[in-house]
DNA sequence: CCCGAAGATGTTATAGAGTAACATCAAATG
DNA sequence: CATTTGATGTTACTCTATAACATCTTCGGG
């Protein structure tokens, strides 16, 4: 056995994922990898991106249906997600102590987490100071 | 103006998360509202589910493409959503306090928080009880 | 009362996300 | 070599969600 190493699909969707600054849909990265291979399908993608979530190189992004390759570092956890909804970027923000929160507070009423999802919509620095200083609607 | 009030059918489809002991997909709501309604397309599911939504009076799960009723209680703030992998129940967990730690942890770095979304996946009090005693796979 | 604007709702069609089922291939084992 | 087992290819489908446009309703101004 021991064939869960990653291949060179694997690779390139991973490294796809890298390059991109905001998350891609499976069928994103079904079309990117038609360049290269003309004839492949869904199937592979999802086998693929189940393949690199279980070695902790990439993440679900639930409230997007999309897919954000993982830092380096941290390479198992989850991260707490900010996702802009202006320029739509993803920041992963390792707080720890967090997830350790929300996992404390479920646990407190009797049940037995196992794998929390944990997403902020909003926007990123740089889209807020674009556009708050104007401020529209205030009543 | 002012027709945000809600309608027959609205409250219907209400009534059904209420029943329910499991989160229910638009499309169990439209098999289910057939019954009085034979022509009604999902569209209208849609957007009755998001007039309710605003109103604070259903949730939508995102990690199940799925929608619970909210108790009548805190009418307009997101819970922590505790979802039993098992028996698909989900536990709305009044936690103000670890919301306000996830909206903290993204501010501090620098981003501007506005709906966060916390679900946590695993099993409740019921189903741990019933299937970890036999404790299987241990190596 | 008539008319137009604005919103709600109906209707049709389609896009987008994900998986089931089965065929085929490749490697390991003895 | 023959068998088995897991990976991959292939087809077809289910489920989720929205776009686009038609129709109807409500309401205020003329
Ligand atoms: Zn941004
Ligand atoms: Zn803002
Ligand atoms: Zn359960
Ligand atoms: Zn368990």
Redesign the pocket.
């Known amino acids: 056995?021991?064939?869960?190493l990653l291949?060179a699909?694997?690779m390139a969707l991973h490294a796809c994922l890298c390059a991109a600054s905001r998350p891609l849909?499976?069928?994103?990265l079904l079309d990117a990898r038609r360049a290269a291979?003309p004839?492949?399908?869904?199937?592979?993608?999802?086998?693929?991106l189940?393949?690199l979530e279980k070695a902790g190189l990439v993440q679900?992004v639930?409230t997007?249906?999309?897919?954000i390759a993982r830092p380096p570092k941290l390479p198992a956890e989850p991260s707490v997600l900010a996702i802009c909804d202006s320029c739509g970027a993803v920041e992963q923000v390792a707080e720890a102590g967090v997830i350790q929160a929300v996992t404390d507070a479920v646990t407190r009423s009797g049940f037995h987490p196992n794998r929390p999802v944990i997403e902020v919509h909003g926007h990123c620095t740089r889209c807020e100071s674009e556009t708050d200083p104007i401020r529209s609607a205030p009543r």
């Open positions: 056995m021991a064939a869960n291949n699909r694997d849909s499976a069928y994103d291979e004839r492949i399908a869904p199937t592979a993608i999802y086998r693929s189940t393949k679900r639930a997007l249906n999309a897919w």
